[in-house]
T-cell receptor
Framework: DTGVSQDPRHKITKRGQNVTFRCDPI?????LYWYRQTLGQGPEFLTY????????KSRLLSDRFSAERPKGSFSTLEIQRTEQGDSAMYLC???????????FGPGTRLTVL | DQQVKQNSPSLSVQEGRISILNCDYT??????FLWYKKYPAEGPTFLIS?????DKNEDGRFTVFLNKSAKHLSLHIVPSQPGDSAVYFC?????????????FGKGTHLIIQP
């Protein structure tokens, strides 16, 4: 399967803990995106990488959120000191440059107790 | 302020008939539009897209129409099949995404009845 993969698929954590999610994009795609989706809403854009450069991070929800893509391949999204309001589906997508569709992974469902 | 609006939370259509899903947008800078389909507990699946230089794009049973003057697009599914039951999201971007990502509507839950 050469689609976008995400790990883990589900994460349950206690409030105050740190969590990290991984995304492996489609191999030839140089753009990588992170989104968050809550119940009854469409995905909400968080951050964007072009190769290893993070070109947009102002939409990350707070300074507790950070993302990396160290070698321009896989990416990680970390949430520090999780809060109950962070409970959501976190989606990763990748695309080639230009007007092209973004292809999404299956998502990581985060539950903060 | 929602820049992409899907005003019908749900739509019920009989199997074999046409399903029409609607989407309105407010940002005149959007120049690339997409439709995604989503099943529960899965990520969105890309269906079809259209650039603002076109007014129609077809792919099999799916056709997207774009009316730039009205800032409106629609997705037609003909004929509708039971497997089409899902939540459909309209999304828009400037230049394919880049630093602004995709802006999504809230989705329309399509139910295909036998």
């Amino acid at each position: 399967d050469t689609g976008v993969s995400q790990d883990p698929r589900h994460k349950i954590t206690k409030r105050g803990q740190n969590v990290t999610f991984r995304c492996d994009p489609i191999s030839e795609h140089n753009r990588l995106y992170w989104y968050r989706q809550t119940l009854g809403q469409g995905p909400e854009f968080l951050t964007y990488f072009q190769n290893e450069a993070q070109l947009e991070k102002s939409r990350l929800l707070s300074d507790r959120f950070s993302a990396e893509r160290p070698k321009g391949s896989f990416s990680t999204l970390e949430i520090q000191r999780t809060e109950q309001g962070d409970s959501a589906m976190y989606l990763c997508a990748s695309s080639p440059t230009g007007k092209a569709p973004q292809f999404f992974g299956p998502g990581t469902r985060l539950t903060v107790l | 302020d929602q820049q992409v609006k899907q005003n019908s939370p749900s739509l019920s259509v009989q199997e074999g008939r046409i399903s029409i899903l609607n989407c309105d947008y407010t940002n005149s800078m959007f120049d690339y539009f997409l439709w995604y389909k989503k099943y529960p507990a899965e990520g969105p699946t890309f269906l079809i897209s259209i650039s603002s230089i076109k007014d129609k794009n077809e792919d099999g049973r799916f056709t997207v129409f774009l009316n730039k003057s009205a800032k409106h697009l629609s997705l037609h599914i003909v004929p509708s099949q039971p497997g089409d039951s899902a939540v459909y999201f309209c999304a828009a971007s400037v230049g394919g995404g880049g630093a602004d990502g995709l802006t999504f509507g809230k989705g329309t839950h399509l139910i295909i009845q036998p």
